[in-house]
């Protein structure tokens, strides 16, 4: 049985709660807290795999809970109705391995109780698409700040870069030797930290760089 405890202040919330969880033959709630301090308590006393907490909470509020069962090797996910990203960074920066919404289908939250008892983590779908974007949001912003720093003729090669083409073929795209366009690739490759012409036509293609058509 995977043993799980369960923090909210709200008693009907952790009715509903247990009642989806034991719905599951292979889930136990050994335990519920109405507040974080009670919480690490009752985790220390009964040594749940899982322990699901609420993020807002008297006396002791999930995201400090959380980092204090962290810090004892418990798994932790969130279970709220605040689909926030700044209390998801705090959570998984406190050591949260889950991120679940109330709002969420109960199959959801079934899902992310046996995944943290078996050592992973769990992210809401909702939540991981919008981590995703905001991963996606980011990669494009730093790639197009690492373009501004070349020269255009070194944007138009990496471009090139981007589309697979040699420095023979690059050459003769833009009219170049084809020994100046390998200076132009060592110049790319240092400016852009990039170890070798892959990484480069990497950040060409998240930083939406085209090469203009001959």
Known sequence: MIRV????DEAMVRAGVRAILGADGA???????????????LALKHRPDVVLLDVRMPR???LHAAKEL????????????????????????????????KSGDPRELIA???????????LAPKVAARMITRFRTSRVGAARGQ????TARERDVLALLGEGLSNAQIARRLDLVEGTVKGHVSAILTRL???NRVQAAIVAHEAGLTAQQP
């Open 147 to 150: 373009v501004e720093s070349l």
């Open 70 to 101: 962290a810090r004892h090797g418990f798994g932790v996910a969130m279970l709220t109705t605040f689909n926030d990203d700044a209390y998801l960074e705090q959570a998984l920066d406190g050591g949260a391995r889950g991120f679940l919404l």
């Open 193 to 195: 930290g990039a170890q």
């Open 27 to 41: 889930i136990e709630v050994v335990a519920e807290a109405a507040d974080g301090h009670e919480a690490v308590d």
């Open 60 to 62: 002791l509020d999930g």
């Open 5 to 8: 405890l369960l923090a909210d």
């Open 112 to 122: 992310g109780v046996h995944a943290l008892a078996a050592g992973g983590a769990y």
